[in-house]
């Protein structure tokens, strides 16, 4: 159930559908509490519905239970960026990098930090 959940949730997503998808991830999170990729694509979507408030929440609280998730610090520098928090978005930007030197938004990351 909770496979096919997710995989609805993300396909509303990517097809632009964010209220449903918010729903959808809602209830995966309910039927896994603990899938933190479920928790950061939610804030994702939160985000993008403008509830930004709710989406620092979401990922804060994903690196509550595992401080090393390089992607919502990645979100998070987004987020702050946005809210023109430059000394967040550095400090976020820094520990993606930290925690994912190889991953394909690195590159990015070090150019929004000035970094070769």
Known sequence: EFRRVLFRSELLY???DHGAARERYYMAIELEPD????RTSL????????????AVAALEGVLQVQPDYADAHWHLAGIAARRGRPRDEERFLRAFVA?????????SARERLGDP
């Open 14 to 16: 990517r097809c632009g």
């Open 35 to 38: 899938h933190l990729e479920a």
């Open 43 to 54: 804030a994702c979507v939160l985000a993008e519905l403008g509830d930004e408030e709710l």
């Open 99 to 107: 925690l994912a030197p190889d991953s394909p938004w690195a590159r």
